[in-house]
């Protein structure tokens, strides 16, 4: 595990494969508009109040005794309540390890879906779980003890969720066919002409249609997508910022560079 503090901690298994990241902000809290992330998310916060707008629900509230929970690209912003938060704890941590090391006592939970229906939980031992985790990877704790918290953590977590519980996502054929198109052209994407003339549609018509599904316009989405790729990228450590603006599909370095802070509110060169 390798602490950039106090910024990021990432966190790597005994192969130091990298399968999650720690951010921490003592009291620097900025707004984000609709974004998502490629990972399974965790927030808490010390003091204070963060105001949660998830797409198509609406916005709650997160304060000392909760924990937030982002699914894998669910869009969402967050924005100051009525004071100030310090202490702003965000655990990122890739889905497919989380799938894997997600046991229960009884039928492992198989996906994400219970946590569009409750996405905030009021539970304060849950809470403080969180935050011994989060504090113990910030104090630079052996990777293997890491990995045994939060299994036990991710075990807690499955038990006070049930199949009743679960809550199907809703669909869009349409916009679910658009946003796979995207994925496989993110490289050289379509413009929204081109886009309309692929599936028939008018462009005006297909873009609202598809912010009503996922939150974001096409524009906005692409972008999104690119990022994740960004992430990705960094993380490898195997390539220039340049490089990485290149293969995520943005314009030029600069470009990419002022996405990337509008999102995760620092430059590319120090998430790295």
Known sequence: MSCKKPTICKLSDKNDKIYGE??????????????????????????????????????????????AFYPPNRVHRTALSSSRPLGYYNLHLDPDYCLRRWN????????????????????????????????????????????NLLRGLLRDLSARFSPAERYETPGDPLCESVARYLHEHLDVPPSLEELSRHFGYHPDALNRRFKRRFGLSLRAYLIDRRLHRAKALLLDGKHSVAQI????GFYDQSHF???FKKAYSLPPGEYR
């Open 22 to 67: 720690l951010k921490y902000n003592r009291e620097d809290f900025r707004r984000f508009g609709f974004h998502s992330h490629p990972t399974f998310s965790l927030s808490a916060i010390d003091a204070g109040a963060i105001e949660v707008h998830f797409h198509g629900a609406s916005p709650e509230t997160l304060h000392p005794g909760t924990v």
């Open 104 to 147: 229960g006592d009884e039928t492992p939970i198989e996906n994400f879906d219970p946590f569009w229906k409750k996405p905030i939980l009021n539970d304060r031992n849950f809470y403080k779980h969180f935050l011994l985790l989060c504090r113990l990877i910030l104090d630079n704790e052996p990777s293997e003890r890491i990995e």
């Open 245 to 248: 603006a290149a293969e995520a």
């Open 257 to 259: 560079v002022k996405a």
